[in-house]
């Protein structure tokens, strides 16, 4: 079972920025991982924001977002960064950190549905609101 500690959440006005990090532990280092942001606002399914296989691998972007987001990686950390730009008072909900051997990033790429991301793939998530 994974480990992640999301952090980077917080109130921001229209079109402003936030970077959220996840760091990742406790994990098979020896496979290849996928480490992803997901988002959920209220009242909506959980959909998939960006992902980024280890240790320069391919990178994912769900579609809603792709042109203000970057997912970034700083390895010696364990850490995967999400920046965020150009925020919409739509962007508002939870972000959630998600890690496995694949199926994250399938599900940001929309070939498989975050539901079947295994429970323990998953942080406690980061709150983002954006105001108008």
């Known amino acids: 079972q994974v480990q992640l500690e999301e952090s980077g959440g917080g109130s921001v006005q229209a079109g402003g920025s936030l970077r959220l990090s996840c760091t990742v532990s406790?994990?098979?280092?020896?496979?290849?991982?996928?480490i992803g942001w997901f988002r959920q606002a209220p009242g909506k399914e959980r959909e998939g924001v960006a992902a980024?296989?280890?240790?320069?691998?391919?990178?994912y972007y769900g579609a809603s977002v792709k042109d203000r987001v970057t997912i970034s990686e700083d390895a010696a950390k364990r850490t995967m960064y999400l920046q965020m730009n150009d925020l919409r008072p739509e962007d508002t909900g939870v972000y959630y950190c998600a890690a496995d051997h694949g199926r994250v990033c399938s599900a940001v790429a929309g070939l498989a549905a975050p539901t079947t991301i295994d429970a323990g793939a998953w942080g406690r998530g980061t709150q983002v609101t954006v105001s108008s």
């Open positions: 980024k296989y280890s240790q320069g691998g391919s990178r």
């Open positions: 406790t994990y098979k280092h020896h496979m290849a991982t996928c």
